[in-house]
Antibody, heavy 121, light 107 residues
Framework: EVQLVESGGGLVQPGGSLRLSCAAS????????MNWVRQAPGKGLEWVST????????DYADSVKGRFTISRDNSKSTLYLQVNSLRAEDTAVYHC??????????????WGQGALVTVSS | DIQMTQSPSSLSASVGDRVSITCRAS??????LAWYQQKPGKVPKLLIF???TLQSGVPSRFSGSGSGTDFTLTIDSLQPEDVATYYC?????????FGPGTRVDIK
């Protein structure tokens, strides 16, 4: 069974930093691209970032570019999101999600429960 | 960047009704579109990928159609357990934008 378990969330002051982790199990982590998706309280889903299976390619939403960094450690089956220069509007539950692909089309086929990040003074 | 819109933003229908949700991309995305269901307090769940392929385990009353810029998610006979917010997502190239969501309730 695929399992994705996020950790590292918490309360942080504006301008602060956190590192979110996502521990993966139940599949060969090193063969899958991974994503972070966030959801502000009472709001919709917002795609944040993606990383290729080997970490060689990354991409970010404009809203976080230059402040967030996605990375992975395939030896530990763990995905990370370093979040810096946090703003109130970054308050959200951060989900990691596995990217599955069929042919050239991809989708997020497994999601973690999420880690809550609250940015407030 | 390509923008994704959904309509309606919410709907209320009776059990057994046929329900349709529309997702529109501001530019063509071929069939690189997925649909997700998020029940209250739960994690999003993949329903449909490549615009019309049903994910394993998803009831056959769900179906997807469309290509290019216009897509539709249809629930053939609405059930109480279908109460949820439904999101489309483009996946042709980054950013992998989600639509704003459509909330479905039972009348």
């Amino acid at each position: 069974e695929v399992q994705l378990v996020e950790s590292g969330g918490g309360l942080v002051q504006p301008g602060g930093s956190l590192r979110l982790s996502c521990a993966a199990s139940g599949f060969t982590f090193s063969t899958y691209a991974m994503n972070w998706v966030r959801q502000a309280p009472g709001k919709g889903l917002e795609w944040v970032s993606t990383i290729s299976f080997n970490g060689g390619a990354t991409d970010y939403a404009d809203s976080v570019k230059g402040r967030f960094t996605i990375s992975r450690d395939n030896s530990k089956s763990t995905l990370y999101l370093q979040v810096n220069s946090l703003r109130a509007e970054d308050t959200a539950v951060y989900h990691c999600a596995r990217r599955g692909c069929t042919g050239g089309a991809c989708y997020l086929d497994s999601w973690g429960q999420g880690a809550l990040v609250t940015v407030s003074s | 960047d390509i923008q994704m819109t959904q309509s309606p933003s919410s709907l209320s229908a009776s059990v057994g009704d046929r329900v349709s949700i529309t997702c529109r991309a501001s530019q063509g995305i071929s069939n690189f579109l997925a649909w997700y269901q998020q029940k209250p307090g739960k994690v999003p769940k993949l329903l449909i990928f490549v615009a019309s392929t049903l994910q394993s385990g998803v009831p056959s009353r769900f179906s997807g159609s469309g290509s290019g810029t216009d897509f539709t998610l249809t629930i053939d006979s609405l059930q109480p357990e279908d109460v949820a917010t439904y999101y489309c997502q483009k996946y042709n190239s980054a950013p992998f934008t989600f639509g704003p969501g459509t909330r479905v309730d039972i009348k």
